[in-house]
Every structure is written in structure tokens, then in C-alpha cells.
């Protein structure tokens, strides 16, 4: 017996996911039918339907504590008329029979009143795993909360593990990109699943790093001795006697801080004479040998604060390198050009010359040819690396089913889902037809769990 589904299609539940039996309840949502109900069921019912979508992870005790009676709205108002007059001329009337009486049959009700039944659960789009389900980072709300409980998200760049933590605006919260691409990506097929078992037992029987190692060194090793026996072979059948190897003797502890002491002064006077390289005028760096001048330095700092750290051929090594790189840097690319120039008109032959040769390319075919050689190197790696069999969604990645139903993003974030992460700008609020609580409810059920909460205030 497999595991019980949570979402099914007998027992409707509502839920904040994009399981796909979720959505199919969410089409056939109906209101309420108030025919044989008392208006305490009805309340009852309309809380306990909104409740399931409206913050599934959080208890009723921690939602009660939430709630408030305020709900936030912004009527637009005429600049002119807030200019033209202070609100005195409301008030002016009042009492004295001079106000007009209010005629109920000439208000209008239509599409641009202020939904603000709506905003009944507006404070859980202020929690954090609510905020991480809304920029579409995770696939329902219980799945935004684990990525917090273990550690995925962060908030002003600073780890948070409480999902119930109360974003204020202008936080800026960040998901872990590979967990967002698991929660928003297609599950695996067959095919990858099988792949990656079999890649997980390969390398829990074998550490692949260190074999890979070893293996190396074992044939390193084999090459060096065969070459040395090659020689001692060649030296016999040439009658010479064959000199026994004798270990090189270590140096002592005085010689090796002699000799650390030594490379120390070089790097300090290789610092002096790059500062002055860098600050002469009359011969001025180009822009490539001052990058390539700022380089050596940082090596040669490091190299400076290695010396006694270091092992003396790692560290004979690296000065090798610095001297390298320094003679690079002192040559002047107009003095290299025409010693180069110079050698290869000493050594090249003059060429005859082929009717059949093809004409040269202008400088834009070039760049053209040179993109498109980019391009397709470019494409040939994407092929390569795109089947990641380590991943735990399917690569190359692409949306999971039924997500498109749900990718909407309200207007109090702002969301940037290539870094994976989002700004909390601003509370959300009920504007003239219109609410920034994303809601499959209509006004009714609202109204109703807005009325059970508030008597229990």
C-alpha cells in the first residue's frame, strides 16, 4: 500500500499548491449555499474554506493573534480638489440642514468599488514562507516553510530560519537557486532516475576523487621507473659504470631560513622595482602591462607572506613563475612586436605565391567567423553538461506541469528570479477594483471569515 494522497478529488480541499487535483478543486469552487444554513455555518463554513488556502502551515491559536479588524486601502483622490480646499467644507453643513441628503437610488455599485473583504488575511502575506510561495520560489506554502526551517533562504543577507519571521518593506529575501529550481522544475523521468542511482552507488563503494588521484600517481610513478631503468640499460650496453643512486641530502634548518630570507628580500625588491616601472613617465605602461603589472604584484605579495610556509621547492617553483611573468611585463609590446617581427623574417622562407589562393576576410567576416566558432564551441559544452544526472529534477531543466495556472507575482514584490531572490516593497492594500491579496475566493466567503474572526476578537 502506497502512501495516502493528501489532495483527491472526492474530498475537496483548497489548498496555497500547483498540484495539479488542487487546481481542478480550485475550478470547481462554488459559493456558498445559504438555503439551509444558519448564518453561524455559514461563517463557519466560509473560515474554514478560506483557512485551508490562506495559511495551511500556520495554527489557528498564531492566526487569531494575527488577525486585525484595520484593513489597509488607498482611495485615489482629485490633486486639484486636494489643493483647491483643506476638508473644511465637509464639515460646514452638518447640523444645520444645509447638506443634501443621500439618495440610495443614485449610488452606484459597479466593478471600481474597494474590494476590502479581500484583505481579511492580508497580514500572512507579511510572513516569510508566504512571501517565498508568492514570487514563485516553491511550489506550495508547506514546501516555502522547509526551505526556511533547513536553511535555503536568507533575509538582508543574513540567514533566517523562521518561516514565520514578518518581512518589512524593502527586505530583500534570496532562496537557493538549486532549491527553487527543484521546487519549480519537472520531476525526473525513468531514464535520469536510473542514471542517478547508479551514479549515487558508484560513489558511495568509491571516493571517484581520491581514485582518480591515486591512480595518477601509481602511473606517474611506473613511467619515471621504467625510464630510469631504460637509462641504467642503455649506460650498461654502453660499458659505463652505473653510478649508484644516492638520496640528495636535505639542507639543513639554518641553510633552509638562509635561503627563505633570500627569496623574501627578492620579492621586497621586486615590489620596489615594479613601483617604480609603474611610476615612470617616460616610459609610460600601456593598459595591458599595468593590468598585467597589478597581477604580479598580488602574486608576489603572497609569494612575500608564503616564504616561510612554504616548502622549498614549491617555493623555488614559484619564484621560477614570478621571474617568468616579470620578464613579460618589463618587455614593452612594441619591442616585443619587432624582435618578433625581426626573427621570423630571419627564419621564414619566401613564400611562392598560389593562384588558387582564396582572397582575405575583412575585419567584420572575421569577427563573424570568430562568434559563430563561439557560439558553437558555446552550444557543444551546453550539450555536454545539460544532462546533470547529480541534479534532483529533470536537466535540461524545464517548468513543472500545471505551473502556468499559478506564475503570477503580486504588486507589493519584486521579484529577479535569475539570482533568485525578491524585495518585499510594501504592505499590500485594496485599491478601487482591485486587491493585491491573491485570493481564488470571491467576497462573500471573505466577508463571512472576516465575520467569524471578528467576533472572536
Same mark, same amino acid.
Given at each position: ?91 460646514? &453643513? ?56 533547513? &536553511?535555503?533562504?536568507?533575509?538582508? &543577507? ?145 609569494? /612575500? ?70 557560439? /558553437? ?81
Amino acid at each position: 500500500m502506497g502512501r495516502k494522497r493528501f489532495h483527491s478529488l472526492k474530498q475537496v480541499k483548497f489548498r496555497a499548491s500547483w498540484n495539479k487535483y488542487n487546481l481542478y478543486n480550485l475550478t470547481r469552487l462554488k459559493p456558498i449555499n445559504t438555503a439551509f444554513l444558519t448564518f453561524y455555518q455559514q461563517k463557519w463554513k466560509a473560515k474554514s474554506m478560506s483557512r485551508g488556502y490562506h495559511g495551511e502551515q500556520i495554527r489557528e491559536k498564531q492566526w487569531q493573534r494575527m488577525f486585525t479588524p484595520k484593513l489597509n486601502a488607498v482611495v485615489p483622490m482629485d490633486p486639484r480638489y486636494l489643493a483647491e480646499n483643506d476638508g473644511s467644507e465637509l464639515a460646514a &453643513g452638518r447640523g444645520s440642514g444645509l447638506e443634501q441628503p443621500v439618495d440610495p437610488t443614485r449610488l452606484r455599485f459597479g466593478r471600481k468599488n474597494i474590494p476590502y473583504m479581500h484583505m481579511t488575511y492580508a497580514p500572512i502575506e507579511k510572513r516569510l514562507d508566504m512571501a517565498i510561495f508568492r514570487a514563485l520560489f516553491a511550489s506550495s506554502a508547506k514546501q516555502a516553510r522547509q526551505f526556511v526551517t533547513h &536553511g535555503k533562504v536568507k533575509v538582508n &543577507g543574513k540567514k533566517m530560519p523562521y518561516p514565520g519571521y514578518l518581512l518589512n518593506p524593502g527586505d530583500l529575501f534570496q532562496v537557493e537557486p538549486d532549491s527553487v529550481l527543484f521546487a519549480t522544475g519537472a520531476p525526473k523521468d525513468m531514464e535520469q532516475k536510473r542514471k542517478g542511482r547508479q551514479l549515487r552507488k558508484s560513489s558511495t563503494r568509491v571516493n571517484i576523487t581520491m581514485d582518480k588521484f591515486r591512480t595518477a600517481r601509481r602511473e606517474k610513478r611506473a613511467a619515471e621507473r621504467a625510464a630510469r631503468m631504460e637509462k641504467e640499460a642503455a649506460a650498461e650496453a654502453a660499458g659505463e659504470a652505473v653510478k649508484p643512486r644516492v638520496k640528495a641530502e636535505k639542507p639543513t634548518l639554518e641553510d633552509n631560513i638562509v635561503i627563505r630570507q633570500q627569496r623574501q628580500a627578492d620579492a621586497v625588491e621586486l615590489l620596489k622595482q615594479a613601483d617604480l616601472l609603474f611610476n615612470n613617465r617616460r616610459k609610460p605602461l600601456s593598459a595591458k602591462q599595468k593590468q598585467g603589472l597589478r597581477t604580479l604584484v598580488k602574486k608576489v605579495r603572497v609569494f /612575500q607572506a608564503q616564504c616561510f610556509r612554504l616548502s622549498i621547492e614549491k617555493l623555488e617553483k614559484t619564484r621560477a613563475e614570478i621571474s617568468a611573468e616579470w620578464k613579460e611585463v618589463r618587455t614593452h609590446p612594441r619591442e616585443q612586436a619587432k624582435r618578433e617581427k625581426a626573427q621570423a623574417k630571419k627564419v621564414a622562407a619566401p613564400k611562392a605565391v598560389d593562384p588558387d589562393t582564396k582572397p582575405k576576410l575583412t575585419y567584420n567576416e572575421k569577427i563573424t567567423k570568430q562568434l559563430e566558432e563561439e557560439r /558553437q564551441l558555446r552550444m557543444s559544452k551546453i550539450k555536454e553538461e545539460v544532462h546533470d544526472p547529480t541534479k534532483p529534477y529533470a536537466t535540461p531543466w524545464r517548468p513543472r506541469p500545471y505551473m502556468s495556472a499559478f506564475a503570477f507575482i503580486p504588486r507589493y514584490l519584486e521579484v529577479n528570479h535569475k539570482i533568485c531572490s525578491a524585495v518585499y516593497l510594501r504592505d499590500p492594500v485594496a485599491r478601487p477594483g482591485l486587491t493585491e491579496v491573491p485570493t481564488p475566493f470571491p467576497q462573500e466567503i471573505q466577508q463571512l471569515a472576516f465575520t467569524w474572526y471578528l467576533r472572536r476578537r
